[in-house]
T-cell receptor, first 113, second 115 residues
Framework: AQTVTQSQPEMSVQEAETVTLSCTYD???????LFWYKQPPSRQMILVIR??????QNATENRFSVNFQKAAKSFSLKISDSQLGDTAMYFC??????????FGPGTRLSVLP | NAGVMQNPRHLVRRRGQEARLRCSPV?????VYWYRQLPEEGLKFMVY????????ESGMPKERFSAEFPKEGPSILRIQQVVRGDSAAYFC?????????????FGSGTRLTVV
């Protein structure tokens, strides 16, 4: 079975500090995408960052970056210069080519003023 | 540039009633997906549809649940004879290309509460 594990149910960080959310996954597939989605209280699922498994270079999007370790099946998200608007649930997900999303259970991040 | 539109945003049903959830995909997207999010959990795949066809319903309960995506109009997820365990947020997503590629857009979900 394909699974995604997020071992931190809740985390908090001070505004302007850096925080890292962890994610591991289990799959026998070799070709897949990895994602981090943000879900604020509005419930909207917002794509934060996306990585293709065949690319060794870690993806970055402004203050968001990932540490992708394919052999270890690890895909952590680093948020730099945390802002109050980053407060949300964060879901790690992967999608094998031609298949459906598999989401983790989420990490609730609180950014403290 | 409207995204995926889901309605209603909130739906309350009594046990035994029917729930109908609507999803209008992004204009030009012909692939629609339904996911369910139980409280404090991640989204779980239910069904994948293209226009007038169900491609994959492996995540959908065998009874009481059905989905359609007609040639004209929104995609509909229908739950008959709802039970308390159906209470969840139901998300729709659409994409311009077939499953397993990129370009997915999610709606804001419908929160179904069964009382």
């Amino acid at each position: 079975a394909q699974t995604v594990t997020q071992s931190q149910p809740e985390m908090s960080v001070q505004e302007a500090e850096t925080v890292t959310l962890s994610c591991t996954y289990d799959t026998s597939e070799n070709n897949y995408y990895l994602f981090w989605y943000k879900q604020p209280p509005s419930r909207q699922m917002i794509l934060v960052i996306r990585q293709e498994a065949y690319k060794q270079q870690n993806a970055t999007e402004n203050r968001f970056s990932v540490n992708f370790q394919k052999a270890a099946k690890s895909f952590s998200l680093k948020i730099s210069d945390s802002q109050l608007g980053d407060t949300a649930m964060y879901f790690c997900a992967f999608m094998p080519y031609g298949q459906n999303f598999v989401f983790g259970p989420g990490t609730r991040l609180s950014v403290l003023p | 540039n409207a995204g995926v539109m889901q309605n209603p945003r909130h739906l309350v049903r009594r046990r035994g009633q029917e729930a109908r959830l609507r999803c209008s995909p992004v204009k030009g997207h012909s692939h629609v997906y339904w996911y369910r999010q139980l409280p404090e959990e991640g989204l779980k795949f239910m069904v994948y549809l293209q226009k007038e066809n169900i491609i994959d319903e492996s995540g959908m309960p065998k009874e009481r649940f059905s989905a359609e995506f007609p040639k004209e109009g929104p995609s509909i997820l229908r739950i008959q004879q709802v039970v308390r365990g159906d209470s969840a947020a139901y998300f729709c997503a659409s994409s311009p290309l077939e499953r397993g590629t990129y370009g997915y857009t999610f709606g804001s979900g419908t929160r179904l509460t069964v009382v």
